[in-house]
């Protein structure tokens, strides 16, 4: 099985092969591995994937499944990073009915990961995300950061206040380019990806390669067709030599080097699609609508956003304004919420993941985020407020995150100055997503903090020598005297009748004691001014005032619209 697997001798414009025309059936990568997948482990940035993973499979062959302390001892990590890896794959994986994914938390490293899907993830930990374009004028928007490193050139580079100047996202990687770039990942490494899933034919020695239907349907944790973000179909059912195939009978294994054919012709077809897609919008006028993400659906003339079944919903440009999202209003099941400043957003739904991307001075509340991970990054001075089963912090400053998550929160790349608390608001469906995402509430590991490299060995950037090793400045845990439930105003009144009325995670001892203070110096309060040898008027002067030295302190901590809270005056 050594031997690499060589373009079949059929013609390359055989007919059976080639890709069909329809646009629903073009082949596109599953965004999840590459966006939510990479670990900035170095033990697992492989120089030689196959040399290290064929004798991997050959190993582990006999376990079918994998678990953290198999996998520790084969690749020589801890058993921390290990659990990472199996909790990493289960997010990210293509199939909802493998054990992995169904697994409740405590239940996954039990369970373990099958082995074909854990050789892939292995393997794209080599993948390299695409670089954002420069600014056009890099020159007047470079003294806009106040405070760099000497080894965060991307976050710099990304600043929010640079991108306030930039107001669009013109200079980061579109869909398009992304998505391009991950097919072109796949075209290069596809035969050694085939030859890690493939099998020595029956009789013929290791030189004759063959893929199963069931190997070839583990390709669909990297690939898909359909509709981008739309179930799609079985991959067996969109290849010919699979399509029809008997359920009662097994698939008689294909050529392993047929199957490289074919997905060779697939991807250069959906190269060849995307570029006639992208080069009308990219030679056309600079005012022109992005067609991965039109705007529309703004709140006000300043907020983009958009949705699209055929991925996620973008929130993007909201300045000085609050946004609000009920899950009736969202058609996608992830949302990335981008280039965000002196705001407050609030996404009540249930999704699969949530990207947040180059905001400063926010408060930004998800709902219940489930299968994948919120993703936060590139960010300065934004309070996250999220119940989700993982959450994966990057390159961000002076951020607090209230959290309500089932794994170990993840920090990587360059951090300063951020801190983390447990989950502290509520609103009526918050139960009833959380059930419907798969968060259990009595779990929040919100104080375990992961904290990786300091470098992502995926961003492409070179770095200073020394620091390929450092790691990551973890989070400190917010005072209990600093910590305040967040109120989610109730807008729409009935319209939205849920059965939660209480933050349905619990509160650690100490949180809980510090609440109980400051409610009972509050009463004490009322009852001193209610006491007071003051005429009313005068009570009501000293309620206002105390009343505008709380509301002056809530926004300068919780950066909340004030008009959101007129009806405690």
Partial sequence: MSDSIEPSTSSREDPDLAPSPNPNSIIHPRREPFEHGLLPIPKLILSDPIQTLIPLKQKLAPTGRVNSETLAES????????????????????????????????????????????????????????????????????????????????LSALSPLQL?????????????????HQLSYLQKHMANILQLLAEPAEGEGEESLVLSMEGFEHLAFLIQFGEKGSEGIPLSQAAPFFANSDPDMPAVPVPAAQVHDWLLQNIASALEHLTERVSPRENGPANNSDQDVAMADACTSSIKSSASAKGPSFIEGISKASYVKQASEIKSSSVKVINCHDSAIYILAPLRYATIYGCSDATIILGAVGKV???????????????????CIANCRECVFFLGVNQRPLIVGDNHKLQVAPYNTFYSQLEEHMAEAGIEATINRWDEPLALGAVDPHDSLSHPAGVSDAQAESATHVDPDQFIDFLIPNWFGGECAGSTKANPFPLPDAYVAAQQRKQKSWVEIKKLIKEAPLDDSRKREVSSALHVYFRDWLYGNLHIQLSEFSHLS
């Avoid at 990493?88 to 493998?98: C, E, F, G, K, P």
């Avoid at 292995?122 to 000497?150: E, F, G």
């Avoid at 306030?164 to 391009?180: K, W």
């Fill in 373 to 391: 991970a919120v993703r936060v990054e590139h960010c300065e001075r934004v309070h996250v407020i999220t119940a989700a089963r993982r959450v």
């Fill in 75 to 154: 690749l020589q990590i801890s058993i921390d990073h290990a659990q990472l890896v199996l909790n990493t794959l289960a997010s990210v994986l293509h199939a909802d009915a493998d054990p992995i994914v169904k697994a409740r938390p405590a239940e996954i490293d039990s369970v373990g990961a099958d082995l074909r899907d854990l050789i892939l993830f292995l393997y794209i930990q080599s993948y390299k995300r695409l670089l954002p374009r420069t600014h056009k004028d890099s020159a007047s928007v470079a003294d806009v950061w106040p405070s760099t490193s000497a080894f965060d050139g991307y």
């Fill in 164 to 180: 306030v100047r930039s107001n669009s996202r013109r200079f980061m990687p579109s869909q398009s380019d992304e998505e391009a």
